[in-house]
C-alpha cells in the first residue's frame, strides 16, 4: 500500500517550454502533497506543500511563478515548470501524506529527470 | 528548527558485515525520525521510522534503527551487509507535531558501497 506515482519519469524540452509532471497517489488519498528538488549527489530540498483544493505553501526562494502547483483532487498534484532554462534541470520528487494521529510519513514517487536544453 | 547531520558521506563495507550509518538530529519537540534509501535514479523507499514509540525500531530489508535521546543519535544499522544494499541513506526529522507533516528536513545522505 501507500504507492506514489509521477509521471513522465524523465522529459527533454527546449528552453523557454513549460513542462507539467504529475504525482498521484494510487491506493491512499494525500491530505498533503511535496514537492521536492534533488541535485546530484545531493539531498533534497522541499520547494514547496499542498494541500487539496488550497493554494500551495512555497519555501523561502523558491519562485511561486516559475514552479506552478496545482493540487485539484486528494490523489493528484501537478508541478509546472514554466519557461523552463537549463538551470531547472534536475530531478523532482514528489510525496504524499495522509495523517495518521499526529504524525504522518511521506510516501515518495519515483522521481522525475527533467533535462532543459 | 529541527536539523539532521549524517555523520558520513560515504561508507563502504564488505558483503556479510555489518553496517552501521551514523545520524545525529537537533528538534525542539519530540521528534519523529525516519530512515529512507534511495537506489540510483529511483524514488525513495522508507526503511523505519520512529514516533515516540519503543526506542528500538525495526524496519525493512533487516535494518533497524535506535533512538537514544540523550546522545541525540538515530544510528541506522544492519548486522549483515548485502550487495543490494548499496545505495544512499537519507537520515530524516520531522517536529513530529504538526498534523501536516511539512517540516521534515533531511541529511545531506550517505552514500553505502558495498564490497563483493
Known amino acids: 500500500g501507500a504507492v506514489v506515482s509521477q509521471h513522465p519519469s524523465r522529459v527533454i524540452c527546449k528552453s523557454g517550454t513549460s513542462v507539467k509532471i504529475e504525482c498521484r497517489s494510487l491506493?491512499?488519498?494525500?491530505?498533503?502533497m511535496f514537492w521536492y528538488r534533488q541535485f546530484p549527489k545531493k539531498s533534497l530540498m522541499l520547494m514547496a506543500t499542498s494541500n487539496e483544493g488550497s493554494k500551495a505553501t512555497y519555501e523561502q526562494g523558491v519562485e511561486k511563478d516559475k514552479f506552478l502547483i496545482n493540487h485539484a483532487s486528494l490523489t493528484l498534484s501537478t508541478l509546472t515548470v514554466t519557461s523552463a532554462h537549463p538551470e531547472d534541470s534536475s530531478f523532482y520528487i514528489c510525496?504524499?501524506?495522509?495523517?495518521?494521529?499526529?504524525?504522518?510519513?511521506?510516501?515518495f514517487g519515483p522521481g522525475t529527470r527533467l533535462t532543459v536544453l | 528548527a529541527q536539523s539532521v547531520t549524517q555523520l558520513d558521506s560515504h561508507v563502504s563495507v564488505s558483503e556479510g558485515t555489518p553496517v552501521l550509518l551514523r545520524c545525529n538530529y537537533s528538534?525542539?519537540?519530540?521528534?519523529?525520525l525516519f530512515w529512507y534509501v534511495q537506489h540510483p535514479n529511483k524514488g525513495l523507499q522508507l526503511l523505519l521510522k520512529?514516533?515516540?514509540?519503543?526506542?528500538l525500531v525495526k524496519g525493512i530489508n533487516g535494518f533497524e534503527a535506535e533512538f537514544k535521546k540523550s546522545e541525540t543519535s538515530f544510528h541506522l544499522t544492519k548486522p549483515s551487509a548485502h550487495m543490494s544494499d548499496a545505495a544512499e541513506y537519507f537520515c530524516?526529522?520531522?517536529?513530529?507535531?504538526?498534523?501536516?507533516?511539512?517540516?521534515?528536513?533531511f541529511g545531506a545522505g550517505t552514500r553505502l558501497t558495498v564490497k563483493p
Open positions: 491506493d491512499f488519498q494525500a491530505t498533503t
Open positions: 530524516v526529522v520531522s517536529n513530529g507535531y504538526a498534523y501536516n507533516n511539512n517540516d521534515m528536513r
Open positions: 510525496s504524499a501524506s495522509f495523517a495518521t494521529g499526529h504524525t504522518d510519513t511521506q510516501y
Open positions: 520512529y514516533t515516540s514509540a519503543a526506542t
Open positions: 528538534s525542539s519537540y519530540s521528534p519523529s
